[in-house]
């Protein structure tokens, strides 16, 4: 019998750690789903068996909800503010590295640091003060929630682009003004498209944060103006503490059915724009 090299066997056992991994990830996805189409009567009591003919309810689980959670309303509010947000944090954070980089100075330096120190700061850490500012600020509204996420948002989104700003020729910046650009033209019309790997990462990771996101939209939002997170938790939520478990696990399903398309549809743009954005420091 032929024996492994040293190579296969640790190949072997990465592909092994990665598929255990894979299951952790995926094993509570499928048990929502599967749990959406029983009754709620049977969730609590078997959650991680299949739907039989006794438990198998079909889509009620999946109306029951969409009727009692406001769904759709809460669905579009969610795709506004994730769009919005997202577009904010791309555009303004991408020029924002592109200044850091460029112009070099302690004003610059400073920043930069910030904008890094910005991203070890947990949330908890300061959203009684922020809910007090944006309250002040008359941010505490629709639209308003954009600039909150994109100020929670700059951190990681500067230090990604300003890795990737590094390693783009200073010599297609140089020969845009000679062509007669001015920078604002240099940046959306020569800069920007060199960053798209990046820019998809970076909108990925920001859209499935906000999109997920349910402390900040309640703090800030309060239950007048409900995201999805929110929504599906207060109609979930029944006197007493009796929660439709089979509501629930439905409108989950629902609410990461959007997320995940968008994943599929730009992951291999992921590991490019991270390893683009971490070369050079």
């Known amino acids: 019998m032929k024996s492994l090299t040293a190579k296969q066997a640790s190949d072997r056992i990465i592909f092994v750690i990665l598929v255990l991994l894979a299951a ?5 996805i499928l048990l929502v789903v599967i749990n959406s189409f029983k009754s709620r009567l049977y969730i609590s009591s078997a959650p991680f068996s299949l739907p039989t003919e006794e438990t198998y309810v079909g889509f009620e689980n999946y109306l029951n909800g969409l009727r009692t959670s406001g769904f759709f309303v809460s669905f579009l509010r969610s795709v506004f503010i994730t769009v919005v947000s ?3 944090i791309l555009v303004c954070t991408s020029m924002t590295a ?3 980089v460029r112009v070099k100075n302690r004003l610059t330096k400073g920043l930069y640091y910030l904008f890094t120190f910005s991203m070890i700061v947990p949330f908890q850490m300061v959203m009684y003060t922020m809910t007090f500012i944006v309250n002040r600020l008359n941010f505490d509204n629709v639209i308003g929630i954009n600039l909150v996420y994109l100020g929670f948002g700059a951190g990681l989104a500067v230090f990604m682009f300003s890795g990737f700003v590094k390693a783009i020729p200073l010599d297609l910046e140089e020969a845009a003004e000679i062509d007669g650009c001015n920078p604002l033209q240099t940046f959306f019309l020569v800069v920007f498209p060199v960053l798209k790997p990046t820019a998809i990462t970076v909108a990925i990771l920001n859209a499935m944060w906000i ?3 349910y402390l900040l939209p ?3 939002l309060g239950t007048d103006n409900k995201t999805i997170p929110v929504a599906i938790q207060i109609a979930m939520q ?3 503490g009796a929660t439709d478990y089979g509501g629930f696990m439905a409108m989950l399903v629902l609410a990461i059915i959007p997320i995940i398309i968008f994943y599929l549809a730009s992951q291999k743009y992921i590991i490019k724009g991270v390893i683009s954005g971490a070369v050079k420091g």
């Open 238 to 240: 029944g006197a007493y």
């Open 218 to 220: 309640y703090l800030v």
């Open 211 to 213: 999109w997920n996101d």
């Open 24 to 28: 952790v990830f995926l094993i509570p």
């Open 98 to 100: 592109w200044f850091i």
């Open 86 to 88: 997202v577009m904010l």
